[in-house]
């Protein structure tokens, strides 16, 4: 797997300076853009345009906080094969009231009940966020302990569910 965080010099970590990201996506863009190397032998063209498209393809992910902490916890191992991951079981016995009302939305369409729904989704959200805080802004992955992966897991899964549920609102 290729690391993202190191083409584009940058420490990994949940939260970036995004306008260091910015600046090194541009500088290699401009780099291994193929349009300055149209004179050069085909195996150059083909080694640039590969190139310009690791280049497109890892910003597209480090911009993106969710796609940015799931690279992080594939390249740490924390996460497993797209399927095999589960969310915490205490996390799924909170959110039963949610999972409930969604039904009951689902039988009969009652917009206060779909508010309510939205207002228990944020409040997990945001609930979920100050709870790892403090791991995303002193994050150092030179010594982050497998505890920290596993919240940070815990936290994207968690997330991710949260994402399925704003979806069946």
């Known amino acids: ?17 995004e306008a ?3 600046k090194a996506f541009y ?8 349009d300055f190397h149209t004179l050069e032998d ?3 063209r083909d080694a640039v345009l590969e190139k310009s498209t690791l280049n497109n393809q890892a910003y597209k992910v480090l911009a993106d906080p969710d796609l940015r902490l799931r690279h992080l916890l594939e390249l740490r191992g924390a996460l497993g094969e797209e399927g095999t991951n589960s969310v915490p079981q205490d996390f799924l016995l909170e959110i039963m009231d949610v999972n409930e009302a969604l039904m009951e939305l689902e039988l009969d369409d009652d917009p206060a009940a779909r508010a309510r729904i939205e ?16 791991l995303f802004n002193q994050y150092d992955d ?10 940070l897991r815990d936290y994207y899964l968690k ?9 069946k609102i």
């Open 119 to 134: 207002a228990l989704v944020a409040g997990l959200e945001a609930s979920l966020d100050r709870e790892i805080a403090d």
């Open 20 to 22: 260091a990201l910015k």
């Open 159 to 167: 997330k991710r569910y949260l994402l399925r549920l704003r979806g």
């Open 142 to 151: 030179a010594t982050v302990s497998p505890a920290e992966l596993d919240r």
């Open 27 to 34: 500088a290699n863009s401009r780099r291994y853009h193929p």
């Open 42 to 44: 085909e195996a150059t």
């Open 1 to 17: 797997m290729t690391n993202y965080f190191a083409f584009f010099g940058l420490l990994p970590a949940p939260v970036l300076d």
